[in-house]
T-cell receptor
Framework: DAGVTQSPTHLIKTRGQQVTLRCSPK?????VSWYQQALGQGPQFIFQ???????QRGNFPDRFSGHQFPNYSSELNVNALLLGDSALYLC?????????????FGPGTRLTVL | AQRVTQPEKLLSVFKGAPVELKCNYS??????LFWYVQYSRQRLQLLLR??SRESIKGFTADLNKGETSFHLKKPFAQEEDSAMYYC?????????????FGTGTRLLVSP
């Protein structure tokens, strides 16, 4: 099992563009969470998907949206990119059964907005 | 509001010296506390959680509800402990789903 995988590894966009980041969860996991990690900061929770629905959301604008597919993989979409969206985007997967399950993190996608 | 504070950005020690990485939290209720570690060029991974009450790689952390702290300790640091350490919490108020992270402490262990 490769664990949580994310693509692409790096991405460069310009202001105003739109971007889609992808995540495949660890085998057997059905829940995907997304985090944004700005330089020098800890990860910040964006939202979580379970059963193809957004279950919980952090303090991020509507420009950030997501999707979960029947195979549990997920996408993070960001519209109208701002310079401040430059960050490492982390995906974490977990199992829904048992509320205290561990979240396993992917390697991240480094987004640079010019 | 939920908040995690790690006051030190960098902690530099010599091999064999004791290590204490500080973590304080703010939360109304009973949170679950974690330490995550990120070694160079590796992904973020769970080091330990307070409910497990176990020692991992020689590290321990005790939840002090009175001082709202969850400091990470190791009696004798090793060079391979050099990494970025993040304290995090999640709580019943958010259904135990969302992790709230501190800003992290970089531990540098010199020979």
């Amino acid at each position: 099992d490769a664990g949580v995988t994310q693509s692409p590894t790096h991405l460069i966009k310009t202001r105003g563009q739109q971007v889609t980041l992808r995540c495949s969860p660890k085998s057997g996991h059905d829940t995907v969470s997304w985090y944004q990690q700005a330089l020098g900061q800890g990860p910040q929770f964006i939202f979580q998907y379970y059963e193809e629905e957004e279950r919980q959301r952090g303090n991020f604008p509507d420009r950030f949206s997501g999707h979960q597919f029947p195979n549990y993989s997920s996408e993070l979409n960001v519209n109208a990119l701002l310079l401040g969206d430059s960050a490492l985007y982390l995906c974490a997967s977990s199992l829904s059964t048992g509320v205290r399950n561990e979240q396993f993190f992917g390697p991240g996608t480094r987004l640079t907005v010019l | 509001a939920q908040r995690v504070t790690q006051p030190e950005k960098l902690l530099s020690v010599f091999k064999g010296a004791p290590v204490e990485l500080k973590c304080n939290y703010s939360y109304s209720g009973s949170p679950e506390l974690f330490w995550y570690v990120q070694y160079s060029r590796q992904r973020l991974q769970l080091l330990l959680r307070h409910i497990s009450r176990e020692s991992i790689k020689g590290f321990t952390a005790d939840l002090n509800k009175g001082e709202t702290s969850f400091h990470l300790k190791k009696p004798f640091a090793q060079e391979e402990d050099s990494a970025m350490y993040y304290c995090a919490l999640r709580g019943m108020n958010t259904g135990f789903q969302k992790l709230v992270f501190g800003t992290g402490t970089r531990l540098l262990v010199s020979p």
